[in-house]
């Protein structure tokens, strides 16, 4: 008999289900459910919605769960709701760790996509030292009650290792992927370098930063063009972000599915990742690598477990002065960007999308094994 596996996230599409988001997270769970469907499972997810039945992909469903309340940036009622409708599940699968607390499945894995509690907004979530205490308490019970928490850097680990030494043994490094068959390098020529900045739209992304490094570089150098493609979030923030780009002289602003990207990072020199915070093993900068970018980004969360500085990219503050010195850098030294592209193409060639779906094939069995209740 064909096995189920549920899995809970807090959001695929837009609560309303009428818009979608194409982050990171949400192409991770496209090919991971790809890989399950490949596995023989029949798989089905929840999210928050107002009763809304979508799909992910065609013939998998999406369930929407009028259930939004984050008190302690956890979502009881999200998880109660999810463990009583999905309770023939074989094996339950929360797409965000928090999202296993305070139930979870007996055969159940959590996915760490980095640390996010590194946040600058964090505080005020829980302000007061018992709010952070209920916190930590939540967060610990939630990787406790899964059988394993697939990680996709090492910087979580390292602080749960550090934090609650026991509970490092729960997670499994299974780092980000990237199609080194689609996104590949392509000969670059010409003296006008272009720039990326191949990401959503938001702050702990840097767009603030990556937006005044724009405007000062196409001011001072007549032959850099910046290109900010991803969604914002809304559609009012991105109608904002073309009039904005639209105003000035070699910035553009403007969106893609994925299976476009890769023509997008074949015609980019230099790539911008800028993370402030809430980073793991980011797809972008390894599609930016995979297509032999001169990577540019910041030593937040997993960004460091891809790029080494000065060898497959640079690694810089989180500032608009640091970017604007690095981009400068660059492009005045188109050596050090080719032996920059080069180098990151060969990192990223272990990252490949097999290895990915063999670490978490390995976790599926391991899990879906398990003969105690």
Same mark, same amino acid.
């Given at each position: 008999?064909?096995?189920?596996?549920?899995?809970?996230? #807090?959001?695929?599409?837009?609560? #309303?289900?009428?818009?979608?988001?194409?982050?990171?997270?949400?192409?991770?769970?496209?090919?991971?459910?790809?890989?399950?469907?490949?596995?023989?499972?029949?798989?089905?997810?929840?999210?928050?919605?107002?009763?809304?039945?979508?799909?992910?992909?065609?013939?998998? /469903?999406?369930?929407? @769960?009028?259930?939004?309340?984050? /008190?302690?940036?956890?979502?009881?009622?999200?998880?109660?709701?999810?463990?009583?409708?999905?309770?023939? %599940?074989?094996?339950?699968?929360?797409?965000?760790?928090?999202? %296993?607390?305070?139930?979870?499945?007996?055969?159940?894995?959590?996915?760490?996509?980095?640390?996010?509690? +590194?946040?600058?907004? !964090? *505080?005020?979530?829980?302000?007061?030292?018992?709010?952070? *205490?209920?916190?930590?308490?939540?967060?610990?019970?939630?990787?406790?009650?899964?059988?394993?928490? =697939? #990680?996709? *850097?090492?910087?979580?680990?390292?602080?749960?290792?550090?934090?609650? /030494? !026991?509970? %490092?043994?729960?997670?499994?490094? @299974?780092?980000?992927? =990237?199609?080194?068959?689609?996104?590949?390098?392509?000969?670059?020529?010409?003296?006008?370098?272009?720039? %990326?900045?191949?990401?959503?739209? !938001?702050?702990?992304?840097?767009?603030?930063?990556?937006?005044?490094?724009?405007?000062?570089?196409?001011?001072? +150098?007549?032959?850099?063009?910046?290109?900010?493609?991803?969604?914002?979030?809304? +559609?009012? &923030?991105?109608?904002?972000?073309?009039?904005?780009?639209?105003?000035?002289?070699?910035?553009?602003?403007?969106?893609?599915? /994925?299976?476009? &990207?890769?023509?997008?990072?074949?015609?980019?020199?230099?790539?911008?990742?800028?993370?402030?915070?809430?980073?793991?093993?980011? $797809?972008?900068?390894?599609?930016? &690598?995979?297509?032999?970018?001169?990577?540019?980004?910041?030593?937040?969360?997993?960004?460091?477990? $891809?790029?080494?500085?000065?060898?497959?990219?640079?690694?810089?503050?989180?500032?608009?002065?640091?970017?604007?010195?690095?981009?400068?850098?660059?492009?005045?030294?188109?050596? $050090?960007?080719?032996?920059?592209?080069?180098?990151?193409?060969?990192?990223?060639?272990?990252?490949?999308?097999?290895?990915?779906?063999?670490?978490?094939?390995?976790?599926?069995?391991?899990?879906?094994?398990? !003969?105690?209740?």
């Amino acid at each position: 008999m064909t096995q189920r596996v549920a899995i809970l996230t #807090s959001n695929h599409l837009e609560p #309303s289900g009428m818009r979608q988001v194409y982050g990171g997270a949400e192409r991770y769970g496209v090919e991971l459910t790809h890989l399950l469907l490949d596995l023989g499972y029949e798989v089905e997810w929840w999210q928050i919605g107002d009763n809304w039945r979508k799909e992910i992909i065609p013939g998998v /469903p999406l369930r929407g @769960v009028p259930e939004s309340d984050v /008190p302690y940036q956890t979502m009881p009622h999200l998880n109660q709701v999810f463990f009583e409708q999905a309770v023939d %599940a074989d094996l339950a699968i929360y797409f965000v760790t928090f999202l %296993a607390y305070p139930t979870a499945f007996p055969r159940s894995i959590s996915v760490s996509h980095g640390i996010y509690w +590194d946040h600058p907004g !964090t *505080d005020k979530f829980h302000p007061t030292q018992p709010e952070r *205490d209920e916190w930590l308490r939540r967060l610990e019970l939630a990787i406790g009650g899964v059988r394993r928490v =697939v #990680s996709v *850097d090492t910087a979580t680990i390292n602080w749960v290792r550090a934090t609650w /030494p !026991t509970l %490092a043994t729960k997670f499994v490094y @299974v780092p980000n992927f =990237v199609d080194t068959k689609a996104f590949t390098p392509k000969a670059r020529s010409g003296d006008r370098v272009r720039v %990326a900045f191949p990401r959503r739209a !938001t702050t702990v992304r840097g767009i603030n930063e990556a937006g005044r490094a724009a405007l000062w570089l196409t001011e001072d +150098d007549p032959d850099i063009e910046v290109h900010f493609v991803g969604r914002a979030h809304d +559609d009012g &923030m991105e109608r904002m972000l073309m009039a904005w780009a639209s105003s000035h002289d070699r910035v553009y602003y403007y969106w893609l599915p /994925p299976h476009l &990207m890769p023509d997008l990072y074949r015609h980019t020199d230099i790539a911008w990742i800028p993370s402030k915070s809430t980073e793991g093993t980011s $797809l972008s900068c390894l599609e930016a &690598m995979a297509s032999g970018c001169a990577v540019v980004t910041t030593p937040v969360g997993g960004l460091s477990d $891809l790029v080494q500085d000065n060898y497959s990219g640079l690694l810089i503050e989180p500032t608009a002065r640091a970017l604007y010195d690095a981009t400068l850098r660059l492009k005045r030294d188109p050596e $050090l960007r080719a032996r920059l592209g080069r180098r990151a193409r060969e990192v990223a060639e272990t990252f490949g999308l097999d290895r990915w779906r063999q670490g978490w094939t390995r976790v599926i069995k391991d899990v879906s094994g398990c !003969t105690n209740p």
